[in-house]
């Protein structure tokens, strides 16, 4: 799986900051009932609420390994558009293409 350069950096640099945040996210993961691709399709909205380029690309890749369609996925940024902007989903369309565009060639 991808990983940031500036993650692995801070993981070398505060490994036990990275094991409980991940350990955290594990507990949220199974504290509910649903499945794994519907929380990277709720985590990607949060990630273009945010208008963070490097979680919006991230939760892409996690929803793409889970079985999210790039049609659902697109879904996802599309209906952020009267809750972020016009501006904001835009760029997140940018965003989540560059990371389709490259699943596809994977593929």
């Known amino acids: 799986m991808y990983l940031p350069e500036i ?3 801070f993981s070398k640099k505060f490994p036990e900051v990275i094991k409980g945040y991940e350990q955290l996210g594990k507990i ?15 985590k990607l909205g949060i990630a ?8 919006v690309m991230s939760h892409t890749r996690k929803a793409l390994a889970e079985g999210a369609t790039p049609e659902e996925i697109t879904h996802v940024v599309l209906l952020s558009l009267t809750t972020t902007g016009f501006p904001n989903m835009m760029a997140t369309m940018g965003w989540v ?9 994977e593929k």
């Open 7 to 9: 993650y692995k950096t």
């Open 28 to 42: 949220c993961r199974s504290a509910g009932p649903l499945e794994k691709k519907h929380q990277d399709l709720i």
């Open 48 to 55: 273009v609420g945010a208008n963070s380029r490097g979680a």
């Open 97 to 105: 293409g560059d990371v389709l565009e490259k699943h596809l060639q």
